[in-house]
């Protein structure tokens, strides 16, 4: 079975950086697509970014881009989220997820989630 350990959630000030981390354990990334997504309280869940299955394409929801770079290590089966000039309303919980199809954009697996404050 698939396994998203997520890692590297916290409280930052705004204009502050985080970097979050998705390990997977159960198989590769090779071939399949990897995202993020969050939910604000209140709110429901959005996408944030997206990597494509071959790795060549990236995808960034508009209230992030320029701030935001995923990222994958091949070799450490992690994907990342590097967060920069983060703001309040970034505070959620962010997930990971992968799909259990090779190269489609059907998310299956799920990561339990990590909780992002970005105090003003």
């Known amino acids: 079975q698939v396994q998203l350990v997520e890692s590297g959630g916290g409280l930052v000030q705004a204009g502050g950086s985080l970097r979050l981390s998705c390990a997977a354990s159960g198989r590769t990334f090779s071939g399949y697509a990897v995202g993020w997504f969050r939910q604000a309280p209140g709110k429901e869940r959005e996408f944030v970014a997206a990597?494509?299955?071959?790795?060549?394409?990236?995808y960034y929801a508009e209230s992030v881009k320029g701030r935001f770079t995923i990222s994958r290590d091949n070799a450490k089966n992690t994907v990342y989220l590097q967060m920069n000039s983060l703001k309040p309303e970034d505070t959620a919980v962010y997930y990971c997820?992968?799909?259990?199809?090779?190269?489609?954009?059907?998310?299956?697996?799920w990561g339990q989630g990590t909780q992002v404050t970005v105090s003003s």
């Open positions: 997820a992968t799909p259990g199809v090779a190269r489609t954009y059907e998310y299956e697996y």
């Open positions: 990597l494509s299955w071959n790795g060549v394409s990236t």
